[in-house]
């Protein structure tokens, strides 16, 4: 493929001309195949290295590439399914980056009618409120503010909070089996533009989450992501493949 080509049909997005070349390069690739390096993207297409690492993150998230720590990027084996329910924490492994938490608030609260209506609980029944800056590669990401029934999780507390909170709920056979997300494009408050390390009124993605276990609403949670550093990749498929 030329990607001279590719470069004047995306109109200048660089970042997009480099994700195309590499996905059509790995079309017919065998799953373990090994990726073409950001050293060989950035001598090709005369871009950055952030410029490539966008390009690569996307196709990690997307599914069709897999990074391998300490070895390298290669051609993931096709997904089994669409749209699965993951974390912050597996979201970014999945990326290639490292995730950490840092809890900025983890308190037994009273459900208002917002928490209460979502989590099918009535107002003023005890809700979690886990609040949390997380970051990846050690850079603020996004400011979460996690909400769960207390009536589900009794003692979720006790002994500190947990290290994942999908891990947790896993080992009381609440792990998430579906959920919505609510996405919308906002800007920072003065509170979230420290955590995020970024000048107040500055863009950010707010998203919201309701997810359920079978019929069972376990957590609802409000994120403030920083707009510049997470892209956020949706895949959808219809019922006969086509």
């Known amino acids: 493929m030329d990607e001279t080509g590719v470069l004047a049909r995306v109109a200048g997005l660089k970042h997009v001309a480099v994700r195309e070349y590499v996905r059509e390069l790995i079309a017919d690739a065998q799953p373990g195949?090994?990726?073409p390096s950001e050293r060989e993207l950035v001598q090709r297409f005369g871009v950055a290295r952030m410029t490539v690492r966008q390009a690569i993150d996307a196709l990690v998230a997307e599914g069709l590439l897999q990074r391998i720590p300490g070895k390298g990027t290669y051609v993931?084996?096709?997904r089994g399914r669409v749209g699965a329910v993951v974390s912050f924490t597996e979201e970014m492994k999945a990326r290639?980056?490292?995730?950490?938490?840092q809890t900025l608030l983890a308190r037994i609260e009273r459900a208002g009618p917002g928490i209460a209506r979502v989590l099918n609980l009535t107002e003023g029944d005890p809700v979690i409120h886990w609040r949390r800056l997380r970051r990846a590669d050690a850079s603020p990401i996004c400011v979460e503010d996690a909400y769960l029934s207390e009536v589900l999780l009794p003692g979720f507390l006790q002994g500190g909070t947990p290290t994942s909170l999908y891990d947790a709920l896993t080992a009381r056979g609440?792990?998430?089996t579906w959920a919505e997300d609510s996405i919308r494009a906002d800007i920072a408050t003065a509170d979230e533009a420290e955590l995020l390390e970024i000048d107040p009124g500055a863009a950010v993605l707010r998203v919201a989450r309701r997810a359920l276990c079978n019929d069972k609403a376990v957590e609802v949670s409000r994120s403030t992501y920083r707009a510049d550093r997470f892209t956020l990749w949706v895949q959808f498929a219809s019922d006969n493949g086509h």
Not at 96 to 101: A, I, N, R, V
């Open 33 to 35: 195949s090994p990726a």
């Open 96 to 101: 290639g980056l490292l995730p950490e938490s």
């Open 76 to 78: 993931a084996k096709p």
């Open 174 to 176: 609440l792990r998430p």
